[in-house]
């Protein structure tokens, strides 16, 4: 008589069956489908506000003082167009005033006759900008400039510089591994988010079909745990594969230069492997949660009722790794890298930041023990509640209530 097989052996089994059922099923190329939406929509509304900004007028400025000063303006700016043409307002003369006339640019502004977004009054010596707050702030300094010039009267003699190109710079380093260290823990965030919730569903589905009851009498519940758990993992790893390969190759179809993205601290090969380590750690753990979560709960609607406060509690988890990589080395950095659910969206940035591998060694043996925590407590509560079925319980009541009758 063959024995049953061990707990390795059975969770190989189950993952085994769970991996390849969902690979060859069509769903799981709708499922590869999914991001192109999205990507569509983003591209859509991009090229939508570009064009909208395109299609906006620069802001004109209004000019209303005496004649003569209205002349000088305007040369002045000329002057300074070659030089500052797009950090000077463009004027536009809706006034030119004699000796003693007044202008109220407020009621200029209000009746909305003129096609301009502030009025310069005043004189040189004492120019007065009218208008909305954010914007008259922003043309201070340029119309100080102008206002300087023109009443020097002198032309200024701008030297040509040479411009001397070099392809990086310790500022602009710093600067593009923040942005990549920012895109990383984005995309793992979403394709976490994204991939662990096909844990609930796969669970939720076969509890209805009493599948799992078949599994649990032919495989210890902790293998069935496991199994579908690791077998969930390879989905999301060869939908990412997938992804990453169609991305690639309109990356390079497009044309597009490798030198044109700032390197990584650790370089981009170890970040991609770093990420592809810090994706399973982190799914992982939140694929623990929600098949805890899916095996005490029966319908879809309940799965959607306990996950909602683990996705929320997740988008808190991004958050405060996101802060924390703006505090590089501080209290705030190392407790993201030591809280489990935080710690591989932290490490990511980090290594984008900081060359050092020996944190990765021990993030990486940190967050894998408490992997194998979250997966034996879960499943030890998956063994105890996902059996948890039937009238088994109401027969019992209903048997002691008829034996007191009788």
Same mark, same amino acid.
């Given at each position: 008589?063959?024995?049953?097989?061990?707990?390795?052996?059975? +969770?190989?089994?189950? $993952?085994?069956?769970?991996?390849?059922?969902?690979?060859?099923?069509?769903?799981?190329?709708?499922?590869?489908?999914? @991001?192109?939406? @999205?990507?569509?929509? =983003?591209?859509?509304?991009?090229?939508?506000?570009?064009?909208?900004?395109?299609?906006?007028?620069?802001?004109?400025l209004?000019? =209303?003082?005496?004649?003569?000063?209205?002349?000088?303006?305007?040369?002045?700016?000329?002057?300074?167009?070659p030089?500052?043409?797009?950090?000077? &307002?463009?004027?536009?003369?809706?006034?030119?005033?004699?000796?003693?006339?007044?202008?109220?640019? =407020?009621? /200029?502004?209000?009746?909305?006759?003129?096609?301009? $977004?502030?009025?310069?009054?005043?004189?040189?010596?004492? @120019?007065?900008?009218?208008?909305?707050?954010?914007?008259?702030?922003?043309?201070q300094?340029?119309?100080a !400039?102008?206002? $300087?010039?023109?009443?020097?009267?002198?032309?200024?003699?701008?030297?040509?510089?040479?411009?001397?190109?070099? +392809?990086?710079?310790?500022? %602009?380093?710093?600067?593009?591994?923040?942005? /990549?260290?920012?895109?990383?823990?984005?995309?793992?965030?979403?394709? %976490?988010?994204?991939? *662990?919730?096909?844990?609930?569903?796969?669970?939720?589905?076969?509890?209805?079909?009493?599948?799992?009851?078949?599994? *649990? *009498?032919?495989? &210890? !519940?902790?293998?069935?745990?496991? #199994?579908?758990?690791?077998a969930?993992?390879?989905?999301?790893?060869?939908?990412?594969?997938?992804?990453?390969?169609?991305?690639?190759?309109?990356?390079?179809?497009?044309?597009?230069?490798?030198?044109?993205?700032?390197? &990584?601290?650790?370089?981009?090969?170890?970040?991609?492997g770093?990420?592809?380590?810090?994706? =399973? !750690?982190?799914?992982?753990?939140? #694929?623990?949660?929600f098949?805890?979560?899916?095996?005490?709960?029966?319908?879809?609607?309940?799965?959607?009722?306990?996950?909602?406060?683990?996705?929320m509690?997740?988008?808190?988890?991004?958050?405060?790794?996101?802060? *924390? !990589?703006?505090?590089?080395?501080?209290?705030?950095?190392i407790a993201?890298?030591?809280? @489990?659910?935080?710690?591989?969206?932290?490490?990511?940035?980090?290594a984008?930041?900081?060359? $050092?591998?020996?944190?990765?060694?021990?993030?990486?043996?940190?967050?894998?023990?408490?992997?194998?925590?979250l997966?034996?407590?879960?499943?030890r509560?998956?063994?105890?509640?996902?059996?948890?079925?039937?009238?088994?319980?109401?027969?019992?009541?209903?048997?002691?209530?008829?034996?007191?009758?009788?």
């Open positions: 008589m063959i024995g049953r097989l061990s707990g390795l052996a059975a +969770a190989w089994v189950v $993952a085994r069956r769970d991996f390849t059922a969902i690979l060859f099923s069509r769903s799981f190329f709708f499922f590869l489908l999914g @991001p192109l939406f @999205p990507i569509v929509i =983003a591209l859509l509304a991009g090229s939508l506000g570009s064009r909208v900004d395109a299609s906006q007028e620069r802001p004109l209004g000019v =209303a003082m005496e004649t003569g000063e209205v002349r000088k303006l305007e040369q002045a700016r000329a002057r300074l167009e030089a500052l043409d797009d950090e000077l &307002p463009r004027l536009v003369v809706i006034g030119r005033l004699a000796d003693g006339e007044r202008h109220d640019p =407020a009621q /200029t502004l209000a009746s909305r006759k003129a096609n301009v $977004a502030a009025i310069l009054t005043g004189s040189l010596a004492a @120019p007065v900008l009218t208008g909305p707050d954010g914007l008259i702030e922003a043309w300094g340029p119309v !400039m102008l206002a $300087a010039q023109a009443r020097s009267g002198q032309p200024i003699a701008y030297p040509a510089v040479a411009l001397e190109p070099v +392809a990086r710079s310790n500022a %602009t380093d710093r600067k593009g591994r923040f942005a /990549t260290a920012q895109g990383a823990q984005t995309l793992l965030f979403l394709l %976490t988010m994204m991939l *662990a919730g096909m844990v609930l569903s796969n669970l939720v589905e076969e509890k209805g079909n009493k599948i799992i009851e078949v599994l *649990a *009498a032919a495989v &210890p !519940m902790d293998a069935v745990f496991l #199994g579908k758990l690791f969930m993992l390879g989905v999301s790893l060869v939908g990412i594969a997938t992804w990453a390969a169609t991305g690639g190759l309109l990356w390079l179809g497009g044309g597009i230069s490798p030198e044109r993205f700032p390197d &990584p601290a650790v370089g981009w090969p170890l970040l991609i770093l990420g592809v380590i810090y994706f =399973a !750690m982190a799914y992982l753990l939140l #694929g623990s949660v098949l805890t979560i899916g095996s005490m709960a029966t319908t879809v609607r309940e799965v959607q009722t306990l996950s909602m406060p683990v996705t509690a997740q988008l808190m988890v991004f958050f405060f790794a996101s802060f *924390a !990589m703006t505090q590089p080395g501080s209290a705030v950095e993201a890298v030591l809280v @489990p659910f935080s710690s591989p969206f932290a490490m990511l940035a980090r984008a930041q900081e060359p $050092a591998l020996l944190p990765h060694v021990l993030a990486i043996g940190w967050q894998a023990l408490w992997v194998l925590l997966v034996r407590g879960g499943a509560l998956f063994r105890s509640r996902v059996m948890k079925s039937g009238p088994a319980g109401k027969v019992k009541r209903s048997g002691f209530r008829f034996s007191r009758r009788r």
